[in-house]
């Protein structure tokens, strides 16, 4: 997927902007130890000071009970929990606080999941957003599922 980050918003690439890039990294094995494997990754101090993480619908000092409640209140079909994105911003320069806002608003797409983001700032001229998406609904317990238009929006 490509964002342009242009000014204060993000929007679809033109030919003065610098493009974004989102991918999905699956794991073999989407279960809580690996959600628990990956929340510990992306929050590593050294990586991403605490200023610069979010979540929605999860709590940042611990994610994984809230995942659980979720888990055992909807009982979804299927192993995976959730789902690891990278943002990877194609600035230089960008402030981590910029990344902060434009990674917020990109993932306000994705809001009604359980979701964790992280700002890593331990490369400075290659700083990127990690996030973890969990897979279930919060609102009607269902399993998220992307098509082809759902990721062209």
């Not at 809230?66 to 909807?74: C, K, Y």
């Not at 992280?118 to 998406?133: E, G, V």
Request: aromatic share 12%; charged share 25%; hydrophobic share 35%.
């Amino acid at each position: 997927m490509g964002f342009a980050i242009k000014g204060g918003s993000t929007r679809m690439s033109d030919n003065k902007s610098q493009i974004s890039i989102m991918r999905w990294i699956n794991y073999n094995d989407a279960g809580m130890k690996q959600f628990e494997r990956s929340t510990q990754y992306i929050f590593k101090e050294q990586s991403s000071p605490a200023k610069y993480r979010g979540s929605y619908n999860l709590s940042v000092s611990n994610p994984s009970h809230g995942v659980e409640i979720i888990q055992n209140r909807w009982k979804p079909r299927g192993n995976r929990i959730f789902k690891h994105g990278i943002i990877s911003f194609g600035v230089r320069n960008l402030a981590p606080e910029k990344a902060v806002e434009v990674t917020d608003e990109i993932l306000q797409i994705y809001k009604a999941y359980p979701l964790l983001f992280a700002i890593h700032t331990d490369i400075p001229h290659r700083i990127h957003a990690h996030f973890i998406m969990c897979m279930t609904n919060v609102f009607t317990g269902k399993k998220f599922e992307q098509d082809y238009t759902e990721f062209e929006r």
